[in-house]
């Protein structure tokens, strides 16, 4: 079986799956150029938990968590099959790794899941369960629980990483016009370490170039550290785009090909 990358996305706003962008035609690619997995595990900024979750839902919800958007987006559905199967073998490498983790019966596909599933594999033929983040954890909690997930690379399973390289959200610089030079500077960082393979940097990356003001919580970020610890480094960009002038829509590559 052909070792698959970990991957991380940038899912922007859930705008994503209905708007055309840059971010959004190249997803609509992604899923071609990617060897077709049996199952993906994703990791999303809007699930976080005291300690780690991971979903065994048998056919997950789509959870529409988000307000004041138009109502085609709340209609969407994501109708893939739950992997119970890769949720257990989830639990099992973690607990192999010392690290403490619950199964969740129910839990459904939160829209940092769903919306990039929806452009790269608009069929929603794939099992498909999340992994929670864990509140409070920090860059290096979350490097070591995807270095547990390594072994899937060889198994079949996707981890896919859904958050932000930038997420300045509440900052009166998001929607100016063209593509603020703070912004830029920490995702082109991001590319370097990445591309360099300078994970240490990357598990301080509070100390990365205007790092509170792309970051002014980390929950958006930890799930890159998650996809390089699953994918290992060096890594490789895929894309790079900004929506609303300082959302930055990176894809990154962790693994085969890195």
Excluded at 164 to 192: C, I, K
Aim: aromatic content about 8%; proline content about 9%.
């Amino acid at each position: 079986m052909t070792r698959l990358p970990a991957l991380f996305i940038s899912h922007g706003a859930p705008l994503l799956a209905i708007e055309e962008s840059p971010a959004y035609w190249f997803l609509k690619g992604l899923g071609a150029q990617l060897p077709r997995p049996k199952a993906i595990l994703v990791v999303s900024a809007h699930w976080e938990t005291a300690s780690p979750r991971v979903s065994a839902a048998p056919q997950p919800e789509t959870i529409h968590d988000f307000r004041g958007f138009p109502q085609a987006l709340h209609d969407m559905l994501y109708a893939a099959p739950g992997a119970p199967d890769l949720a257990h073998r989830v639990a099992a490498l973690l607990q192999a790794a010392g690290i403490a983790v619950a199964v969740d019966g129910a839990r459904g596909l939160d829209h940092g899941a769903w919306v990039p599933l929806s452009l790269f594999y608009p069929q929603a033929d794939i099992p498909v369960t999340q992994l929670s983040l864990v509140q409070g954890g920090d860059a290096a909690f979350h490097l070591a629980m995807g270095k547990a997930l390594a072994p899937l690379a060889d198994e079949g399973v996707l981890v896919l990483g859904s958050g932000s390289v930038t997420h300045p959200l509440g900052d009166p610089g998001l929607g100016g016009p063209g593509v603020a030079d703070w912004a830029a500077s920490f995702a082109d960082w991001v590319e370097t370490c990445v591309t360099s393979g300078d994970e240490a940097a990357l598990v301080a990356f509070h100390s990365g170039p205007h790092a509170a003001r792309n970051h002014p919580t980390d929950e958006h970020f930890l799930p890159l550290l998650v996809a390089l610890g699953a994918g290992g480094l060096p890594g490789r960009a895929l894309h790079r785009s900004f929506q609303y002038g300082a959302l930055a829509m990176d894809c990154l590559a962790f693994g085969p090909g890195g």
